[in-house]
């Protein structure tokens, strides 16, 4: 079965028959060794079009070819991002059944991340899926599955894997600089704009399209057109949103890359009134050896952005945009910060991530943030929204699935 699977979908995006494997020397005669890996777009908002222009920096590597969207206007502006005569398409599926495109840049609202890479993967594609991975637990271990019984390369966009700030971060936890990591403490802090109550489309929509996979349905609202984040029916919010990135790398450092076994969390409304999904919450987390928690705030900058501390009995690391700080232990008054020992500045490109997958579609190796890191990083903060809900605490059971306890 798994091999039918993968020859079928091989054959669909090689369009070669009577080959099985797909390796790195089929693959350097599929496109010819020179010739550049042929691409589509499937979402081309906001990140869709930041992620092209990475691709972008590339060009001699990867060309667009195929344009999806359901919005007319970020059709029109990817098409110019693309090679000229690029085809285009309200219609994923039919992007999919484009034999020329090797690999696709999967950049839709979260509603609709497994279908499109299930799809993907089934067609022969390689992809790059953006986070989080999943809209729940339990579709993503469906989606590993998936992707698994294929050979196809999929890299999840969590560009800290590939990042220099993030690796070499990483480096001195493993080399034990922190010693025992007791506390983790990730944050997001932004002073956003209530949502508009009016806001008009500047072109085509197809609505019905956009709401796709999505439970519930609704006439065509604008608001959850360009504000789908502040609602549940599309993603698990901000708590996922960018969860999924601080998480991760907690622990990636400090848990072999696995989830969390419990959590619970508080939450409220007091910015994006109208939505359903918290704008300002704390979520406490329990590892085996250590506690993390994840706070975020939309009302207030203090601090702007996003923050990682890793608290030692040697020593804490501060990681962020500016790259990172290791301060020693102990804290003694009057030098609060003490020096720092070991200093990183460097923000979080995407290029490098953009990069690896390039490289991976290639050599056929496994990339940075591969579907399981992808699983595993957003499993804590839809844990964190299943306790938020059912106001219990939420536990991680071995085979998967959650409990409230
Ligand atoms: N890695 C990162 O740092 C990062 C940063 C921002 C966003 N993201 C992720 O990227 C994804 C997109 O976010 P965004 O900010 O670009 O949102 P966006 O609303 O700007 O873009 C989403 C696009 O998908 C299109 N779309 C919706 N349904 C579609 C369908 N069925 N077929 C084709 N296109 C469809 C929409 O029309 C829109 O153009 C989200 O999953 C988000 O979490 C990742």
């Known amino acids: 079965m798994t091999e039918k ?13 009577g080959t099985s494997l797909f390796t790195a020397h089929s693959y350097a005669r ?112 469906k989606m590993v599955k998936g992707v698994r019984a294929t050979k196809q390369i ?71 057109f360009f504000h789908w984040r502040n609602f549940s029916d599309y993603n698990g919010g901000h708590m996922t949103d960018q969860g999924t990135h601080l998480m991760d790398v907690i622990q990636w450092f400090c848990n072999d890359g696995k989830p969390a076994r419990s959590a619970v969390c508080q939450g409220a409304i007091y910015v994006h009134k109208g939505g359903d999904v918290p704008d300002t919450f704390s979520a406490v987390f329990e590892y085996p050896s250590f506690l993390a928690t994840w706070t975020l705030c939309y009302g207030n900058s203090y601090e702007d952005s996003w923050k990682i501390f890793l608290q030692g009995k040697q020593a804490t690391m501060v990681i962020d945009d500016d790259g990172y700080r290791v301060y020693p232990e102990p804290w003694k008054r009057p030098d609060i910060p003490p020096k720092p020992i070991h200093e990183y500045k460097g923000g979080i490109p995407t290029e490098p991530h953009v990069k690896n997958f390039l490289d991976c579609i290639k050599s056929r190796q496994e990339p940075n943030a591969p579907v399981e890191v992808g699983h595993n990083a957003v499993s804590a903060p839809h844990l964190a929204n299943v306790a938020l809900r059912t106001q219990r605490r939420a536990v991680l059971n071995d085979d998967g699935t959650v409990a409230r306890v």
């Open 5 to 17: 699977i993968h020859r079928r979908g091989f054959l669909a995006g090689a369009g070669l028959a």
């Open 30 to 141: 599929i496109v010819g060794a020179n010739e550049r890996i042929q691409l589509g777009i499937i979402g081309a908002g906001g990140r869709g079009r930041s992620v092209m222009s990475s691709f972008g920096r590339f060009k001699d590597q990867c060309e667009f070819i195929h344009v999806c969207d359901v919005y007319e206007p970020n059709i029109n502006a990817a098409l110019k991002m693309s090679r000229t005569g690029a085809k285009t398409t309200m219609d994923y599926k039919e992007l999919l059944a484009d034999k020329d495109v090797v690999a696709i840049l999967n950049a839709t609202p979260d509603h609709w991340h497994a279908n499109v890479l299930l799809d993907a993967v089934a067609a022969g594609k390689d992809a790059y899926t953006e986070k989080p991975f999943s809209y729940s637990i339990e579709q993503g271990t």
């Open 154 to 224: 999929v890299q999840v966009g969590m560009q800290r894997r590939s990042s220099e700030a993030v690796r070499g971060a990483k480096k001195l936890v493993d080399d034990g600089v922190l010693g025992e990591v007791v506390m983790a403490r990730a944050q997001w802090f932004w002073n956003r704009k209530p949502m508009p109550q009016k806001l008009s489309l500047e072109g085509k929509l197809d609505w019905e399209r956009f709401q796709g996979p999505a439970k519930k349905r609704y006439s065509l609202d604008e608001r959850r």
